[in-house]
């Protein structure tokens, strides 16, 4: 992987490559770790000198037993990291040095820093779009990984439907999901888990609260495990009780856009003709005004991965590509309804990376 950056590096004629997302560090060194305000840092240089990894003190134990061919440096709380970094560099490349960022990440107080200690042209290169690209088409291996963590996912919506009843809160639910995804040995979720009953669904990404399930209302899931570094994310649908004829023809219908545009999905067709496939589907039904997100996104080493499945995309769909479909309805005041799974891209079409059926998931009211 990083002899790919590093032939780019020479093309571009980059000195020094800085990667600051713990996100990028971990799917290119194996070393996964949150810094928190620590300084975590990738430093790869072009063959006038040698790459290493920058971590606080307290990690370098576990980063030099994740990673190999790099050298591990670190620094104590009380010292400046950006001036080690910068001495470190120094070392090996004397005078005026050409840098390469992620300009998506790091942020300007940080890159003021790194500026005040280190001899860097004010002519920086953004590395995003090449790490980007690196990510976006999947190994077998990394699909792999994908498959289990959609497994993860299959098993926390059995739990969460089974945990469905009058006086149960979508805290209490969300809580009883983790504890038996963590006797399961899963101890991270890829995001914080959704939970939303009735009219708190209304909101896409609603806040999940204190409040209680009560008889004939929907009660949406969104949830995803991380597996030995990948994620999954689905979402699903209960409703506790009997749905009335409207809220089943809701329901069908974002089942409707959800499956037309798996159908349509194989190599070479556009990112935004998927979206217009669902999109259309739901404006044509008089509810085009209630679906106000875009259809889906890449997912891999991190939930939220390029590209973005969105209207007007002109991105070519590739073979090995992993992304969502996840289109919705979002009544104000009401309910909403999401079904979301994420697939892989094969040679002929696609093959979806969580198995929980997606018909209503009908709960009978419980006494």
Known sequence: ?????????????????????PANIAYLTGFS????????????MSGKGKSF??????????????????????????????EKIGNLISTQISGSQKWA??????????????KNNCPIDDDILDFTSVIQEMMLIKSPEEITKMKHAGLFADYAFEVGFNSIESGVSEQEIIAKIEYELKKKGVMEMSFSTLVLAGESASDPHGTPSDRKIVPNEFVLFDLGTVYDGYASDATRMAYYGTPTAEQQKVYDLVLKAHMEALKAIKPGVEAGFLDSIARSIITEAGYGAYFNHRLGHG????????????????????????????????????????????????????????????????????E
Not at 33 to 44: I, Q
């Open 1 to 21: 992987m990083n002899q790919q950056i590093l032939n780019w590096m020479d093309t571009m004629g980059i000195d020094v490559c800085f990667i600051n997302n």
């Open 33 to 44: 770790s949150d810094p928190h305000e620590r300084v975590l840092g990738l430093v790869l």
């Open 53 to 82: 990894l920058f971590t606080p003190a307290m990690e370098i134990g576990q980063a030099r037993r994740s990673v190999s061919g790099l050298d591990v440096f670190g620094y104590l709380d009380h010292e400046n990291p950006w």
């Open 101 to 114: 960022i992620e300009k998506n990440y790091l942020t300007v107080e940080r890159l003021e820093l790194i």
């Open 299 to 366: 997912i891999g080493a991190t939930v939220h991965e390029y590209p973005s499945i969105m209207q007007n995309s002109q991105f070519i769909i590739q073979e090995g590509m992993c992304f969502s479909i996840e289109p919705g309805i979002y009544l104000p005041g009401e309910f909403g309804i999401r079904i979301e799974d994420c697939v892989y891209v094969t040679a002929n079409g696609c093959e979806v990376l969580t198995h929980t059926p997606k018909q209503l998931h009908v709960i009978p009211i419980k």
